[in-house]
Nanobody, 132 residues
Framework: EVQLVESGGGLVEAGGSLRLSCAAS????????IGWFRQAPGKERPGKER?????????????YVAESVKGRFTISSDNAKNTVYLQMNSLKSEDTAVYYC????????????????????WGKGALVTVSS
């Protein structure tokens, strides 16, 4: 059974930090790109797209980071643990959202370029609330 389980969400003040974890199981982790996406409350996108935040290739370690979080968020992966992390620093109120972990078989572009439609498996999400 494929599972992606997010943890580490919660309530934090603006300027604070959180680290999200995504524990993966049930598929060949090393062949997938893993990404973090988010959906802010009341800001649904057409076609059920989600805002891509950051992606990492489990194959070669290459990464993508969205401009909106560049310099504040860092993605990393521990292939031995089949776990991907998202370190979020200098959080802002506009970062408030449900954060989803997803896995896509293939190159990094499948994660970064298609609003989540290139991903095969999804976690249930973790709520991050940033108070101002």
């Amino acid at each position: 059974e494929v599972q992606l389980v997010e943890s580490g969400g919660g309530l934090v003040e603006a300027g604070g930090s959180l680290r999200l974890s995504c524990a993966a199981s049930g598929f060949a982790f090393d062949n997938y790109a893993i990404g973090w996406f988010r959906q802010a409350p009341g800001k649904e996108r057409p076609g059920k797209e989600r805002e891509v935040i950051s992606c990492i290739s489990s194959t070669d370690g290459s990464t993508y980071v969205a401009e909106s979080v560049k310099g504040r968020f860092t993605i990393s992966s521990d292939n031995a643990k089949n776990t991907v992390y998202l370190q979020m620093n200098s959080l802002k109120s506009e970062d408030t959202a449900v954060y989803y972990c997803a896995a896509g078989y293939g190159p990094l572009v499948y994660c970064s370029d298609f609003g989540g439609r290139g991903m095969d498996y999804w976690g249930k999400g973790a709520l991050v609330t940033v108070s101002s």
